[in-house]
Nanobody, 124 residues
Framework: VQLVESGGGSVQAGGSLRLSCAAS????????MGWFRQAPGKEREGVAT???????RFADSVKGRFTISTDNAKNTLTLQMISLKPEDTAMYYC????????????????????WGQGTQVTVS
């Protein structure tokens, strides 16, 4: 499985960014994909996830600001981020996991076995 993130960058507070993750090399019928982030000195945390059955879960800190979506035809996962805040600054990682965890565990990094290299998001 390969996951390649793109779309990170620097933006001023209040701005927007869209992250994309190109996924390849998997043939799971049930799986979950998501975005996680890690700021310096902090643990990796779940931001937004979407399961193959359509369930989504968002961290409380990003609800109403971030949207997650998939394009199954293109095997692409997208995270649309608006109203960005300095505290959103982090390395953002795309991840894929199978089987699909329970809803309460959708944002737990340990549930995901495949990870991309990350893309940096800086909000000033």
């Amino acid at each position: 499985v390969q996951l390649v993130e793109s779309g990170g960058g620097s933006v001023q507070a209040g701005g927007s960014l869209r992250l994309s993750c190109a996924a390849s090399g998997y043939a799971y019928r049930t799986y979950c994909m998501g975005w996680f982030r890690q700021a310096p000195g902090k643990e990796r945390e779940g931001v937004a996830t979407i399961a193959s059955d359509g369930r989504t879960r968002f961290a409380d800190s990003v609800k109403g600001r971030f949207t997650i979506s998939t394009d199954n035809a293109k095997n692409t996962l997208t995270l649309q981020m608006i109203s960005l805040k300095p505290e959103d600054t982090a390395m953002y990682y795309c991840a894929l996991g199978t089987p699909v965890p329970t809803s309460v565990r959708l944002l737990i990094p340990d549930e995901y076995g495949y990870w991309g290299q990350g893309t940096q998001v800086t909000v000033s």
